[in-house]
């Protein structure tokens, strides 16, 4: 299997982020229409893109403090026990701040 590069899966992960809160954004500033039945339907759309949007922003956050842990050394270990998080987890998430262990125990 190929190295794997953290700096690289962050940076791919903040593009990927960055590029849905941003067509987000764009559907929310769209109008609405005058009927006022489509108007409802539209603003249930709304709340769930807002939802999406929060997510988004969420992950772009993580990836924020993903990336101070690479500068100040602790990225790759588990926030909670201070255990190195597996391999394949950081594989699978890259901002992963917690292994399996002690993310099955958060949920």
């Given at each position: 299997?190929?190295?794997?590069d953290p700096?690289?899966?962050?940076?791919?992960?903040?593009?990927?982020?960055?590029?849905?809160?941003e067509?987000?954004?764009?559907d929310?500033?769209?109008?609405?229409?005058?009927?006022?039945?489509e108007?409802?339907?539209?603003?249930?759309n709304?709340?769930v893109l807002?939802?999406?949007?929060?997510?988004?922003?969420?992950g772009?956050?993580?990836?924020?403090?993903?990336?101070?842990?690479?500068?100040?050394?602790?990225?790759?270990?588990?926030?909670?026990?201070?255990e190195?998080?597996?391999?394949?987890r950081?594989?699978?998430?890259?901002?992963?701040?917690?292994?399996?262990?002690?993310?099955?125990?958060q949920?």
């Amino acid at each position: 299997m190929a190295d794997f590069d953290p700096r690289a899966a962050l940076d791919a992960l903040a593009t990927e982020y960055s590029q849905r809160a941003e067509a987000i954004r764009r559907d929310l500033g769209r109008t609405h229409s005058a009927d006022f039945a489509e108007q409802a339907q539209q603003r249930q759309n709304d709340d769930v893109l807002r939802a999406l949007l929060a997510e988004a922003e969420a992950g772009m956050r993580q990836v924020g403090l993903a990336r101070l842990r690479l500068v100040d050394g602790s990225y790759g270990l588990c926030q909670r026990c201070g255990e190195p998080i597996e391999d394949k987890r950081l594989r699978a998430l890259p901002a992963a701040e917690r292994c399996l262990r002690c993310a099955d125990l958060q949920d």
